[in-house]
């Protein structure tokens, strides 16, 4: 890739919020899991705790294969070479993209602990030995403070907690990562190493501990956290989104694929990106057709009061993410928080698996206000099954992203140019008539890597 993309990123978001760099995002998204990814801090001069803080860490957590992202996807979504569907299972758990890594603290202090699982596809349990940690932050938004022992964190979630040291520095203690096994194909062979520890060190010249054995984790609901603000809960709301989230197959000759979807619709690229889509569409870029079909778009107005409730027809785990907003967490099957009056809000939950001899299907229930103009990807946060098309978009106030963004940085122009990518129409390309979605893309294509021009 040649070209490069020049932004920039204003966030009034407090820390910690990540994004994941794909400088080729259309033909190799999968890059992801090859490490083009990590953590942007943002720091808050206003944060409700900042008097209490004495220092700061950032923990990242991710998952390590020994391919490359690109063949584990051709590998992942070939029918016939995976019949079973069974993702890719990482070789090593990781901590700040290493193993053993040391964090130097002081005793009786209090640390702003940054955790952030950026793994493709596992999710972790974090845990420091001798330690209970309190939750004051999930996925940037503040909570009340929840005292926890460890902390589970799908894919894409981001914790933030403040840490007391202990008032002496006799020991170093263990910080641990570990992957929930529990997660992954039974019939897949384990990681070879699904354990990352890293070291709290109160003494360097102190011993390093070893990895520590947990019996059992004790991890919080977070739908029963509290957030900081007390936004009440949202109602009623006027725009019903119902998702239907399963695993199915693509069954076209010489191109049958593991695909996945929400309401039997597996995301497609399309010929136009949606946002030039939008942009070029005038008042058409209120009718979801002109983003086509595999786009799975739901068109919103501004200021709807928008429930969106996620029924898992899959036996798998889903941790759910959408771009643009913070949710509130309104209810999920078995928890004992649901339907509060003031719900916490994050912007990555996970669904509850199903049990597939049970007739009825676990879901998840978020509610948002459309408030924010923008064409904004919701998917599942695992990067085997955000390629396998498990995504939808939100098309929020249309006619206000014409106003507001009326061009395309002329970097991306560019980088589109080269790629053959046009900068207008419907996702057919068609710009004369915009109601023709002939050439809209309806099957997924055959892929083989990160070979460039596509096969
Ligand atoms: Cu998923």
């Given at each position: 890739m ?6 920039t990123?204003?966030s009034i978001?407090p820390s ?11 033909h190799?998204p ?5 490490g083009?990814?990590?953590p942007i801090?943002?720091n ?10 004495d220092?700061?860490?950032v ?5 390590w294969y020994?391919e490359q992202g690109?063949?584990?996807q ?7 070479g995976n019949p079973?569907?069974?993702e890719?299972?990482p070789m090593?758990?990781?901590m700040?993209?290493q ?9 009786n202090k209090t640390?702003?602990v940054r955790?952030l699982n950026i ?10 030995d001798?330690?209970?940690m309190t939750i004051?932050?999930a996925?940037?938004?503040y909570?009340d ?5 460890d902390l ?8 933030g ?11 170093n203690y263990?910080?641990l ?11 897949a062979p ?7 520890t890293g ?7 102190l011993s390093i ?5 947990v019996?059992?984790?004790s991890t ?9 603000d007390k ?5 009623p709301p ?5 998702l239907?989230l399963s695993?199915?197959?693509q069954?076209?000759p010489l191109n ?5 979807g929400?309401n039997n ?5 399309q010929?136009?990106p949606s ?5 070029s569409?005038?008042?058409y870029?209120l009718n979801p ?8 778009p ?5 200021g709807?009061f928008?429930?969106?409730t996620?029924?898992n ?9 959408t ?9 999920r099957?078995?928890?004992?928080c649901?339907y509060?009056?003031i719900p916490m ?16 299907h ?5 509610r ?6 923008g064409i904004?990807?919701f998917?599942?946060?695992m ?8 995504d939808i ?5 249309p006619l206000q992203?014409?106003?507001?963004q ?5 970097s991306m122009k560019?980088?589109?140019?080269e790629?053959?990518?046009?900068l ?7 710009w004369?008539n915009f109601l023709?979605l002939?050439?809209e893309?309806n099957?997924a ?8 021009p596509p096969?």
């Amino acid at each position: 890739m040649s070209q490069e993309h020049i932004g920039t990123i204003v966030s009034i978001v407090p820390s910690p919020i990540w994004i994941i760099v794909n400088m080729i995002i259309c033909h190799s998204p999968s890059q992801y899991v090859d490490g083009i990814r990590g953590p942007i801090l943002v720091n808050d001069p206003l944060s409700p705790y900042a008097g209490q803080i004495d220092g700061e860490l950032v923990v990242t957590l991710s998952d390590w294969y020994h391919e490359q992202g690109a063949s584990l996807q051709v590998y992942y979504l070939s029918l016939p070479g995976n019949p079973n569907a069974l993702e890719p299972i990482p070789m090593s758990a990781l901590m700040n993209d290493q193993l053993w890594p040391t964090f130097s603290v002081l005793p009786n202090k209090t640390y702003f602990v940054r955790v952030l699982n950026i793994a493709g596809y596992a999710q972790f349990y974090f845990h420091i030995d001798g330690h209970n940690m309190t939750i004051i932050q999930a996925d940037g938004v503040y909570t009340d403070p929840q005292q926890v022992q460890d902390l589970y964190l799908a894919t894409g979630q981001r914790y933030g907690v403040l840490l007391h040291t202990l008032p002496t520095a006799n020991q170093n203690y263990a910080i641990l990562g570990a992957m929930d096994i529990a997660g992954f194909p039974r019939s897949a062979p384990p990681p070879a190493n699904p354990n990352v520890t890293g070291v709290l060190v109160y003494d360097p010249f102190l011993s390093i501990p070893s990895t520590p054995v947990v019996q059992q984790f004790s991890t919080f609901d977070d739908f029963c956290l509290n957030p900081f603000d007390k936004i009440p809960l949202l109602y009623p709301p006027n725009k019903e989104i119902v998702l239907n989230l399963s695993t199915f197959s693509q069954t076209v000759p010489l191109n049958e694929q593991n695909r996945g979807g929400f309401n039997n619709i597996t995301y497609i690229t399309q010929r136009v990106p949606s946002l030039y889509t939008a942009l070029s569409g005038g008042l058409y870029a209120l009718n979801p057709i002109v983003y086509g079909n595999h786009s799975n778009p739901f068109v919103l107005s501004l200021g709807d009061f928008v429930e969106t409730t996620i029924y898992n027809y899959d036996t798998g785990l889903h941790p759910i993410h959408t771009h643009g907003h913070t949710v509130q967490l309104v209810a999920r099957t078995g928890s004992e928080c649901n339907y509060r009056s003031i719900p916490m809000r994050r912007d990555t939950w996970m669904e509850p698996r199903w049990n597939s001899s049970d007739p009825n299907h676990p879901s998840t229930v978020v509610r948002f206000i459309a408030d924010n103009p923008g064409i904004w990807f919701f998917h599942c946060h695992m990067e085997w099954h955000l390629v396998a098309g498990m995504d939808i978009i939100l098309v929020e106030d249309p006619l206000q992203i014409q106003t507001g963004q009326p061009d395309i940085p002329l970097s991306m122009k560019l980088i589109c140019l080269e790629q053959g990518i046009p900068l207008m129409g419907n996702a057919a390309g068609n710009w004369i008539n915009f109601l023709d979605l002939t050439g809209e893309v309806n099957v997924a294509p055959m892929e083989c890597g990160s070979d460039y021009p596509p096969c």
